[in-house]
């Protein structure tokens, strides 16, 4: 295991028993701009993760949703989401994860997700498999939407109304949730229980880890219309998938595109 990866890893533990620690009911929130809420706990992880990457690799920049650390002319960045699916950890509802990435000139190299409530830590190195605690996952070997589970997820946006493309899985015969936590439906995707999950947001801490987590378990990340994406800066929206979808859902989203 090579020292990004085992850094990566405690980090995602350390978050993870912050996150166990303050997950009770009646938790204390703020809301942010957008209308999505803010609490102790999120801010906490992401003054963690600063402080830790100051320390162990001052020369890099880290990108969180929360704070940021900048470093002028530095080609990694660690991209971290202290506590994705803040909604439902701010009600009691147990649908959240860590997620954190390491990128070389854009591309990630390193990603962990850490789910503390079921105990499942998943990591990647790029070109070196995906794991959840140290056993091989592999992504589903569904062909088609029949008879799977897909998540949309992220912010409505008039260019991608979810309404008809969920009319169009149901066609189809998928099942389709709404879990309010990108990382956490895409961690299913890489453990093979989901088939795919689309988004139409920008945030790049929501898809850096999950870029080389499911793509290392045989799945395939891209933008929402097919595009390879740089995970250091904004993005263009995710399509994750198993791989074999891929094509079947990009088709469903270009043709609400046409028939808009």
Request: glycine share 10%; proline share 5%.
């Amino acid at each position: 295991m090579q020292p990004y990866l085992e850094f990566a890893i405690d980090l995602a533990k350390e978050a993870g028993a912050i996150m166990l620690e303050n997950f009770k009911l009646g938790m204390k929130k703020e809301f942010k701009a957008d209308n999505s809420p803010l609490t102790v706990t999120d801010t906490t992880i992401n003054d963690l993760v600063i402080e830790r990457v100051k320390s162990a690799y001052p020369g890099h920049v880290v990108l969180g949703e929360e704070a940021n650390f900048p470093v002028d002319g530095s080609e990694y960045v660690w991209v971290v989401d202290p506590v994705d699916g803040t909604a439902p950890f701010s009600h009691g509802v147990p649908c959240f994860a860590f997620s954190l990435a390491l990128t070389y000139k854009g591309e990630s190299i390193v990603g962990v997700v850490n789910d503390p409530v079921m105990g499942r830590l998943l990591w990647a190195e790029k070109g070196k498999s995906a794991f959840m605690n140290g056993q091989p996952i592999k992504v589903s070997d569904s062909p088609n939407l029949a008879h799977t589970m897909l998540n949309i997820d992220g912010p409505r946006d008039d260019a991608y109304p979810e309404d008809h493309i969920r009319v169009m899985i149901n066609e189809r015969k998928g099942r389709i949730t709404k879990l309010s936590s990108l990382v956490y439906g895409g961690m299913l995707v890489a453990l093979g229980e989901y088939v795919a999950e689309t988004s139409s947001g920008w945030y790049p801490w929501d898809i850096a880890a999950l870029k080389v987590i499911v793509e290392e378990a045989g799945g395939k990340v891209t933008g929402l219309h097919g595009e390879e994406q740089l995970y250091d800066r904004k993005i263009q929206g995710a399509l994750i998938s198993n791989g074999l979808v891929h094509d079947e859902v990009l088709s469903l989203i270009n043709m609400n595109k046409t028939a808009q």
